[in-house]
């Protein structure tokens, strides 16, 4: 899936013995990144790097401002994908959990790394929350799905 440069990819894994083996993912830094329960964050866009997401521990939404309009995108460590975010695109983050998220950003770096990168930017609207629950609930149907079959 891509929406203006936004890709979205499964993993792919590889069993030996009883651990099993994530596609790796290239990166020049990788930072561990906490999404506190309850989390509706501003918006962010960073103009020297590609973030490259993948949750490890809980679920959030992922938000997108493409085109003047929100996108969200649910991610759960039941579903692993991670999720390229290239430079320009504007994102935040909702957790709708009790309990924190927590995400590896495998971060590309295009150039030496820009202050504004990580100043939080107002939102130009509100977030419609009811349909990045809904995008939620759908990605818990999608895993309930995988897990019966």
């Known amino acids: 899936m891509s929406m203006r440069g936004i890709e979205i990819r499964q993993l792919e894994s590889i069993k030996g013995g009883m651990v099993e083996f994530f596609t790796p993912q ?3 830094e990788t930072m561990l990144v906490q999404i506190p ?3 509706i964050d501003e918006l962010f866009v960073h103009k020297s790097q590609t973030d490259q997401l993948l949750v490890v521990r809980g679920q959030f939404v992922l938000v997108t401002l493409v085109n003047k309009k929100y996108q969200y995108i649910a ?3 039941d579903n692993p994908a991670v999720v390229k975010i290239p430079p320009g695109v504007m994102h935040g983050a909702i957790n709708f959990s009790s309990e924190p998220c927590f995400i590896v950003n495998a971060v590309l770096r ?4 820009q202050q504004q990168d990580y100043i939080p930017r107002r ?4 977030y419609d929350l009811a349909a990045a629950e809904a995008a939620l609930r759908e990605l818990e149907v999608t895993n309930r799905i995988k897990i019966f079959y």
């Open 26 to 28: 290239a990166s020049h």
């Open 37 to 39: 329960a309850g989390a």
């Open 75 to 77: 991610l759960s460590e």
């Open 123 to 126: 939102r130009p609207f509100p």
């Open 110 to 113: 295009h150039r030496a790394t």
